[in-house]
């Protein structure tokens, strides 16, 4: 089965601070992506990378970068966080670039800046 | 916005009974998906349908797709405690690239 794990299930942050949200997937998958999910508006993803170094903007990237360094490992990083940031982060692998295919989750990070 | 949009909102049954719930999108698509997120937690894919296919079938749940009205229906059949979850459809960006997700049926089942 395919795993993907995030480094926390919680975090809480001040204003101002650079924050790091790490997931890893065990499985070889190609494709990783970040959303953020808050009530009322579903999941919007942030950014996708499809490749090592490679990385493409999602729906809502303002106020946020990511990293992909290594095939398994894909970061996002909010670099001065604000309050309007505090929501629930979600990592997703997806096996390679196909509409056809299913994408697999972590369990999600829930973020507060105060 | 590509976004899919779930009807209802919310909905509450009792188990045994079936839950209906039910997704439009707007542009056309080849594939669109329905997930599972349990409380807290990621989503998990529950079933795929393509859109040369018009009903598909796994275990107690049922996906129609109509594509002239854009629009797809997730039936979970017999109801259990088990199934309280929020249940998200996703299609393709126009890219193919990723899911654009709608924003979700909370379904609450009582035993």
């Known amino acids: 089965d395919v795993k993907v794990t995030q480094s926390s299930r919680y975090l809480v942050k001040r204003t101002g601070e650079k924050v790091f949200l790490e997931c890893v997937q065990d499985?070889?998958?190609?494709?990783m992506f970040w959303y953020r999910q808050d009530p009322g508006l579903g999941l919007r993803l942030i950014y996708f990378?499809?490749?090592?170094?490679?990385?493409e903007k999602g729906d809502i990237p303002e106020g946020y970068s990511v990293s992909r360094e290594k095939k398994e490992r894909f970061s996002l990083i909010l670099e001065s966080a604000s309050t309007n940031q505090t929501s629930m982060y979600l990592c997703?692998?997806?096996?390679?670039?196909?509409?056809?295919?299913?994408?697999?989750f972590g369990p999600g990070t829930r973020l507060t800046v105060l | 916005s590509q976004q899919g949009e779930e009807d209802p909102q919310a909905l509450s049954i009792q188990e045994g009974e079936n839950a209906t719930m039910n997704c439009s999108y707007k542009?056309?698509?080849?594939?669109l998906q329905w997930y599972r997120q349990n409380s807290g937690r990621g989503l998990v894919h529950l079933i795929l349908?393509?859109?040369?296919?018009r009903e598909k079938h796994s275990g107690r749940l049922r996906v129609t797709l109509d594509t002239s009205k854009k629009s797809s229906s997730l039936l979970i059949t017999a109801s259990r405690a088990a199934d309280t979850a929020s249940y998200f459809c996703?299609?393709?960006?126009?890219?193919?690239?990723?899911?654009?997700f709608g924003k979700g049926t909370t379904l609450s089942v009582s035993s």
């Open positions: 996703a299609t393709p960006n126009q890219a193919g690239t990723a899911l654009i």
């Open positions: 990378s499809y490749d090592v170094k490679m990385k």
């Open positions: 499985m070889d998958h190609e494709n």
């Open positions: 542009t056309s698509i080849n594939n």
């Open positions: 349908i393509r859109s040369n296919e």
């Open positions: 997703a692998s997806q096996g390679h670039t196909s509409s056809y295919n299913e994408q697999f």
